[in-house]
Each structure stands twice: as structure tokens, then as C-alpha cells.
């Protein structure tokens, strides 16, 4: 590739970052995320745009003349870019109903920038190799990451009659008999009211309708009044 012309020889390093975007980007289109096909192609050729700019603008035969010495920091720019995407990648990260969506393909978004900085550094190997692996892990480990057991962890928002601690404890012995781990229990009252609020932090790993099942039965026991899943 040495012997094609300069221009030519960079052009070829962006048509790379084209194919290497538009691999990962289709992938992330075809599960409808809001950072598809073109995002991606832009993210990873524009980081490869400005990979090359920093390292060659000041490479480009005749552009100086005489001995003379340049001082530059090819870096520098790509540090930039680094930072640059993780902005972008902060807004396709939404919170809804308690969760968060989008971290994956705000990864993908920074991932795919380095596959770019890596295009745009003249390396063809290695985004070639990067490119294949964030394609594996977006679709096969995808599979297998959902049938890997995991812990939740919810709140249970329970208010009881009463300034006691004897409804508590008849609680805690439901939950351990019911196989659920107890991680933390704070609790407020209300002397004037005689009024008792748990929040119950559990974890475990199990289906919503269970717990539901769970709080149900809690509402049947003695001074309970009110339950609430968080």
C-alpha cells in the first residue's frame, strides 16, 4: 500500500473504518437500537478521519520546505476522541420503569471508535480482529449471557400498625422461610400515628409475579396495612 499515492493510501484506511462500522452498526440496527447502521459508520470513520489528521497533516509531501522541525503530538487528538465519545455515548443510555437501557450500545459506540482510531493509524490486522470480537459479543454471547443465573435485588416497601417490633420478625422469618436473602432493613415511624414503614432490601433470583405472591401473603398477616414493590 506504500506505493500508492498519499491521498489514495489514507483513503483506503477510511474505506476499512467504513466496513468495520457498518459490520458492528448492522448488528445494532437489526435489534432497532437508536445508534444503528449510520451511527455507527459515522462514529467509527470519523474517528478514523481524525486518527489520521493528527498523525499526517503535517506529513503531506511539499507542504514544507527547508530543514525544518516539527514539534506535534500525535495523541493528543485521540485522547479527544476517547472523551468525545463517551458524551455521545451518554445519550443513548435511557432510564425507564427502574432500569437502564443502552449501555451496550453506548459500549459499542466507544468500542467502535477505537476500531476507527485504529483504521485511521494505518493498522488493518488488528480492527479487522476487533471487529469479529464485537460481533461475538454482541450476538452469540448475547445468547449465552441470558441463561446465566443472576441476582436482583428489589425493595419491599411494607407499613405496619403499631411501634413494635414483633410484625418485623414475623416478616424476616417469612422471607428466610421462603429462601430469600435479607440485605439490609431500614425502618421509620410515626408516634403520633402509631405507625410503623419497613424498606426491605432483598436479593435473589426470581420471576416479579413471585414476590408479588410474596407480598400478598404479607398483607394477610396481623398489623400489616399496606405493601408496596419497589
Known amino acids: 500500500m506504500s506505493d500508492y499515492p498519499y491521498e489514495i493510501h489514507l483513503v483506503l484506511r477510511l ?9 458492528i452498526g448492522y448488528e ?4 432497532g437500537r437508536s445508534a444503528g447502521l449510520r451511527t455507527n459508520i459515522l462514529v467509527c470513520v470519523g474517528a478514523a478521519l481524525m486518527m489520521v489528521v493528527s ?5 503531506k509531501p511539499g507542504e514544507f520546505t527547508g530543514n525544518i522541525t516539527t514539534a506535534v503530538d500525535p495523541a493528543r487528538i485521540a ?10 455515548g451518554a445519550g443513548v443510555i435511557i432510564k425507564e420503569r427502574g432500569g437502564i437501557r443502552g449501555l451496550t450500545t453506548a459500549a459499542t459506540l466507544w468500542y467502535n471508535a477505537g476500531v476507527g482510531m485504529a483504521c485511521g493509524a494505518g493498522m488493518i490486522i488488528l480492527p479487522a480482529v476487533c471487529t469479529v ?8 454471547l448475547k445468547n449465552i449471557e441470558y441463561r446465566i443465573p443472576r441476582d436482583s435485588y428489589k425493595n419491599l416497601h411494607v407499613e405496619c400498625a ?37 424498606e426491605i432490601v432483598i436479593k435473589g433470583n426470581w420471576h ?15 398489623s400489616v396495612t399496606h405493601t408496596r414493590l419497589n
Open 28 to 31: 445494532r440496527e437489526r435489534h
Open 79 to 88: 485522547a479527544q476522541i476517547v472523551t468525545g465519545i463517551g458524551f455521545l
Open 133 to 140: 470480537i464485537g460481533l461475538v459479543s454482541l450476538t452469540i
Open 162 to 198: 403499631g411501634l413494635g417490633d414483633q410484625t418485623l420478625l414475623t416478616i424476616k422469618g417469612y422471607l428466610k422461610e421462603k429462601n430469600i436473602h435479607i440485605v439490609d432493613i431500614n425502618f421509620s415511624q410515626d408516634i403520633k400515628e402509631a405507625v410503623t414503614v419497613y
Open 208 to 222: 416479579r409475579d413471585e414476590l408479588l405472591t410474596h407480598l400478598a401473603h404479607l398483607s394477610n398477616f396481623e
Open 55 to 59: 498523525k499526517y497533516f503535517y506529513f
Open 15 to 23: 474505506l476499512l473504518a467504513v466496513v468495520c462500522g457498518a459490520l
